[in-house]
C-alpha cells in the first residue's frame, strides 16, 4: 500500500489514550483534514504521519489536558463503583 505524501501538519494535541489528533495536509489536496494518529498504526500512511508527529518536524504535540467534565465524569464513575461494591456487600448474607 502506498503512503501518501504529508504536505503539513498541524494543531497535534494528545488524546487521553496516547493518540494524536491533528489536521494533515495530504499532497494533492488543498484542505487540511483531522487526522487521528496512533502508535501501533497497521497502515503505511498512519505509520508515517505517527513517525512524523513524534520526529517533531511539525511542531510540538500539545499535551492532554484534563478537564472539569473528565474530571466530573471520573468522579461519577468512581462514586458509582464504590455504590455497586457498598450494595453487593450489604446484601451479602452471612
Known amino acids: 500500500m502506498k503512503i501518501r505524501a504529508v504536505k503539513g501538519i498541524r494543531n497535534a494535541h494528545y488524546l487521553e ?3 494524536v489528533d491533528c489536521e494533515v495536509l495530504f499532497e494533492g489536496e488543498t484542505e487540511f ?3 487521528t494518529a496512533i502508535q501501533d498504526d497497521m497502515a503505511p500512511t498512519g505509520q508515517h504521519v505517527w513517525q512524523e508527529l513524534q520526529s517533531g518536524k511539525w ?3 500539545a499535551p492532554f489536558t484534563v478537564t472539569p467534565e473528565l474530571i466530573a465524569a471520573a468522579k461519577d464513575a468512581k462514586r ?3 455504590e455497586a461494591w457498598r ?5 451479602v448474607e452471612f
Not at 87 to 91: A, F, K, P
Open 80 to 82: 458509582r463503583e464504590i
Open 33 to 35: 483534514v483531522l487526522y
Open 59 to 61: 511542531g510540538e504535540i
Open 87 to 91: 450494595d453487593s456487600q450489604e446484601n
Open 17 to 19: 489514550n496516547g493518540a
